[in-house]
């Protein structure tokens, strides 16, 4: 089988449903496949900034009244996700504006208390691109995952002003305030909806908060930028505690031999450096299947 083949663990994140036929069926098909596995549902609560989609607590520059809308009503959204964790399965949300990520934190409070997941299994809530300060709290009371593309703070930084007004501008992408607020900050790099970024390049993006141009004035809230150690857990460890894997991100007995070998300590490096970094070789599984 093509599962069988494959040099990579996937998790598979299907439509999250009341009825959740499916995902038992996909658990099932792949109940012994360490490669791929049912990961969890997934649900979209909004859309996006850039087309005045995302879900906001306040209206958008130049209205009055809209706000953005949920992709599914609120109270539908609260139930598939008390329905995800009553079966045991963790669920993904994408929430980007700030009611709809206000929204997913009380939820997952609320689920994680009445039905709390198994070990190893956790929600996740992705992207919180636009973040009300107030809300920090909140982190504390989900054991939800907080995952983040460090790309998405520097594509047309340089427009969010006119998508959701400078106050709430000044206030995106706070990558280190999660941190500071305790949050399992994990990285992605959001393939294929953006297209050719490296986790390198995300290290570098987060603890840079500089474009690939790498210059100091050509950057977005360096204030938020974090340090390359944490930066590293977050595109590891804590990116396969997103997926719902514990046998993976990180060197230990017991994992998987997945790993990536580059040709210099990214710790030991100035973060201006890491975009000259490259990966000597990549092992899955302990087989070689790439060296430079």
Known sequence: AIADEVTARVSIFPAMQMQHTRINKIKAMF?????????????????????????????????????????????????????????????????????????????????????????????????????????????????????????????????????VGPERSKEMFPTKDFLDAGATLAFGTDAPVVLDTTPLQAIFFATTRRTLANQADDCFRPEQAIDTASALVAHTLNAAKAIQRQDIGAIKVGNYADLAVLDTNILDIPVTDLLQVKVSATFFNGELVFEN
């Open 31 to 163: 109940a012994d496949n360490q490669r791929v596995i049912l990961g969890g549902g997934k649900q979209f609560y909004d859309g996006v900034t850039s087309t005045q989609t995302a879900y906001l607590k306040a209206p958008y520059p130049g209205s009055s009244a809209h706000c953005g809308e949920p992709l599914l009503p609120n109270e539908v959204l609260h139930d598939l996700i008390f329905k995800a964790n009553q079966i045991g399965q963790p669920i993904r949300v994408h929430a980007i504006g700030d009611q709809a990520v206000h929204n997913t934190l009380i939820y997952f409070a609320a689920a994680n208390a009445k039905y709390p997941l198994p070990a190893g299994k956790v929600n996740t809530i992705e992207h919180l691109e636009v973040f009300d300060p107030t809300d920090i709290d909140l982190i504390r009371d989900t054991k939800a995952i907080v995952s983040v593309q460090p790309s998405h703070a520097l594509i047309e930084y340089d427009t969010l002003d006119a998508e």
